[in-house]
Nanobody, 125 residues
Framework: QVQLVESGGGLVQAGGSLRLACAAS????????LAWFRQGPGKEREFVSS????????YYADSVKDRFTMSRDTAKGTVYLEIDSLKPEDTAVYFC??????????????????WGQGTQVTVSS
């Protein structure tokens, strides 16, 4: 019933910035905490960031915390991932995912119930 749709990816030169968006639809979307994952070519799906719709419980992977910022607009049902100083190693499909806000925080992809189709981010050097 709740659906997630990512957007904002594209081809960007190293050093540039992007803002990814995840639009959540469905009347119960606020029952889920939202997270961003990414999967580079030949790599495992990697946790990036997560937060609740209240703006609390914001977490970042150590590998991205210096350059990535997650935010949300509850009225629009949208969460964002702002990426600064893009590097070629940021090239990946970025996924939005959700799980119950009542569940304990987890950076593990199998613990998430809802997934978008992903948006491709390609960083050229």
């Amino acid at each position: 019933q709740v659906q997630l749709v990512e957007s904002g990816g594209g081809l960007v030169q190293a050093g540039g910035s992007l803002r990814l968006a995840c639009a959540a639809s469905g009347r119960t979307f606020t029952s889920y905490a939202l997270a961003w994952f990414r999967q580079g070519p030949g790599k495992e799906r990697e946790f990036v960031s997560s937060m609740k719709w209240s703006g609390s419980d914001v977490y970042y992977a150590d590998s991205v915390k210096d350059r990535f910022t997650m935010s949300r607009d509850t009225a629009k049902g949208t969460v964002y991932l702002e990426i600064d100083s893009l590097k070629p190693e940021d090239t990946a499909v970025y996924f939005c995912a959700g799980r119950s806000q009542r569940a304990a925080w987890s950076p593990e992809a199998p613990d998430y119930d809802l997934w978008g189709q992903g948006t491709q981010v390609t960083v050229s050097s």
